[in-house]
């Protein structure tokens, strides 16, 4: 293989695997050459070496043949060469004197390696489910003081969890190039110190992670049954503790809520701050879609969007900011293609899929809860027998809305009204289609209660 073929095999991989990948584990290899099917490369570090092996060797593989050379296999080792030491090397080797210190130092020399240059705090918007977890990170990022020790933040999925992470890390470079920040999810932890054990170099690893300043760690949930990492872990986290050096963790669910992990460690986690981000509300939604048309101009260009759309898509995708950016990108994307602007219909065409898994399924109790909330009444009454008006027509209303907003049938909702005959279900959605018409009272509040449930 040539070396002009495999710049064309690295460009098709950093499409495969995205820019940042890339920059950290592919652009380092080196061709060593090619022969008899087997394509030789050379990473720095063992580290590099290992992971790429682990989890690139596949899809480099693959991009290889894609490119037309014939390989059965590729060959990841390690440059010898590359094991020189140099100024920073030198200024680590200063801090922590150890074993074999050449490689453990390579691995913080870049402190912003692996870190997504989107993700800063400029590019968060803040709401308020977020609030917290934003002030709590920006405190960090100042590196004055440890105040807190461990920062916890935790959340769902795709709630900018590992975004505040990498903004705390961006923002403590700027401030303090020198300063020895070291982000990694619980995953890369693990297989580290996993890979530090068969190495025999569990002293390099050790001397590591209590040499830095700042350790984040994210989705710490993933060490959760894995006994040897999580008392690793531990005796990490306590070192640093003890030094006063800051720790930042998040994870999926509360410290106390993460199942298979010690008690010791969730109690340790549970020592400092524990912050939650919320899931995102419309206004939060609306803001962030509104922050990533104003980024996206510069690679899409000024892409009219037609009016509705994002508070459409705000309205709609309420699941996970993911989810949202990916519908917007698609838009661009498709937008710039055919060279139109982006409707209320194009977006509808374009991402039923996704449209269709976000839509919320609303439940028969939620509705008798809202409606029972709405009129005043006892949800046991909105079941019960009583049949006085001002509760007989909250429950008509609530079965309304049941047979319009479920897809349940007209004896499975009666069921859930304290075991009604269907006949009276049907009764009771005839009366409110018949009122809707005539009461405007409760014409607006059967709107306002739809909203309400499917929001
Ligand atoms: P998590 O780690 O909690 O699963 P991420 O931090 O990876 O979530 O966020 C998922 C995506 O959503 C990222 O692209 C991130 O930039 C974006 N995102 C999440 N919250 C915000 C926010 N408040 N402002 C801007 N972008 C956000
Ligand atoms: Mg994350």
Redesign the pocket.
């Known amino acids: 293989m040539t070396d002009a073929a495999w710049s064309t095999v690295r460009n098709s991989l950093k499409g495969v695997i995205g820019d940042n990948n890339y920059v950290t584990w592919i652009a380092p290899l080196k061709l060593n050459g090619a022969r008899d099917g087997v394509v030789r490369l050379s990473a720095p570090t063992n580290f590099v070496a290992n992971w790429v092996n682990r989890h690139y060797a596949d899809q480099i593989l693959r991009c290889i043949l894609a490119a037309g050379e014939s390989v059965s296999r590729v060959e990841i080792s390690v440059d010898g060469a590359a094991a020189r030491p140099n100024d920073k090397v030198q200024r680590t080797l200063a801090a922590v004197p150890l074993v074999n210190a050449g490689r453990v130092a390579e691995e913080v020399e870049q402190p912003t390696a692996g870190l997504?240059r989107?993700?800063t705090f400029d590019?968060?918007?803040?709401?308020k489910p977020?609030a917290l977890a934003?002030a709590a990170a920006r405190r960090v990022a100042e590196g004055v003081s440890v105040t807190f020790n461990p920062l916890f933040l935790y959340?769902?999925?795709?709630?900018?969890?590992?975004?505040?992470?990498?903004a705390i890390a961006w923002e403590l470079n700027a401030r303090n190039p020198e300063l020895r920040v070291l982000y990694l999810s619980a995953e890369q932890f693990m297989y580290r110190f996993v890979t530090a054990l068969r190495e025999r170099n569990v002293m390099d690893f050790k001397n590591l992670f209590r040499s830095v300043d700042v350790l984040m760690v994210?989705?710490v949930q993933f060490i959760a049954g894995k006994e040897s990492t999580q008392e690793e872990f531990f005796h990490t986290f306590n070192a640093l503790v003890d030094h006063h050096k800051q720790i930042v963790i998040?994870a999926?669910r509360a410290p106390g809520e993460i199942k298979d992990l010690e008690d010791r460690i969730k109690s340790r986690l549970q020592s400092g701050l524990v912050v939650d981000?919320h899931p995102?509300d419309y206004e939060?939604r609306l803001?962030?879609l509104q922050?990533?048309v104003a980024l996206s101009r510069a690679s899409y260009g000024d892409v009219p969007i037609g009016d509705g759309v994002l508070e459409f898509l705000a309205h709609r995708i309420t699941t996970?900011?993911?989810v949202?950016?990916g519908a917007l990108t698609r838009l661009f994307a498709l937008a710039s293609l055919v060279g139109r602007e982006i409707t209320l219909d194009l977006a509808q065409d374009t991402l039923a899929d996704i449209l269709r898994t976000s839509e919320r399924k609303v439940t028969v109790e939620e509705i008798q809860r809202k409606v029972a909330e709405h009129y005043n009444i006892r949800l046991s009454d909105m079941i019960g027998p009583k049949r006085q008006r001002t509760i007989a027509r909250p429950r008509q209303i609530a079965m309304y809305l049941a047979k319009s907003l479920t897809t349940r049938s007209l004896p499975d909702i009666g069921r859930r009204f304290g075991g009604r005959d269907h006949t009276t279900i049907m009764h009771g959605v005839r009366k409110v289609e018949e009122l809707r018409t005539t009461d405007s009272q409760l014409a607006e509040d059967l709107e306002l209660l739809r909203r309400l449930l499917q929001s």
């Open positions: 997504d989107r993700f590019n968060f918007v803040v709401g977020n934003h959340g769902g999925v795709g709630l900018g969890k590992t975004h505040l992470m990498h994210d989705d998040s999926d981000l995102t939060l803001g962030i922050q990533k996970n900011v993911r949202l950016e």
